[in-house]
């Protein structure tokens, strides 16, 4: 039983239009996250301690949120990086459990250079899961000339 080389077609077709809808609720849904994350930032530190990474969210090729903890977390700005939306893992460079602003980097791979470390601000991570959460809230109202739905 052999398939029709259509559906293949179809389907990357389909796929094309869906990633080419997709791209300015992508742009904003970045900068909702940037803005939530610098809303729930700190004032800049010199430092942070660092044993392992927990978690981590690139926001753009300037700024990365990284978590040491469930509800640990910090926002580094860096000095550009390449294609940091895209890699499938980062590491941190540190000097005695010490990530330091200006001295330690973010390693995004072997092909693209480390990214400077140039602010880092902590994270106070209650507050950006509560902005998330309001962000998520629906507001329904019914239509005017319209009866309210009826409730099964």
């Known amino acids: 039983m ?3 080389p259509l559906i293949p077609a179809g389907a990357l077709l389909l796929g094309l239009l869906c990633a080419g809808c997709s791209s300015v609720p992508y742009a904003q849904r970045m ?5 939530a994350y610098a809303a729930a930032a700190g004032a800049p530190v010199r430092s942070f301690r660092f044993f392992s990474l927990y978690s981590w969210e690139p926001l753009g090729d300037t700024q990365l949120a990284v978590y040491t903890q469930p509800n640990k977390a910090w926002l580094l700005d860096l000095g550009g990086c390449q294609e940091l939306r895209f890699v499938n893992s980062i590491g941190l460079t540190s000097n005695l459990n010490q990530v330091m602003v200006g001295f330690d980097k973010v390693l995004t791979g072997r092909h693209n250079f480390p990214c400077t470390i140039t602010q880092i601000r902590p994270v106070e991570v209650k507050s950006l899961k509560l902005a998330q959460q309001q962000q998520r809230q629906i507001e ?4 005017e000339g319209q009866p309210p739905a009826a409730a099964h």
Not at 31 to 35: D, H, K, L, V
């Open 2 to 4: 052999s398939q029709s």
């Open 140 to 143: 329904s109202a019914a239509r």
């Open 31 to 35: 900068s909702e996250r940037q803005a």
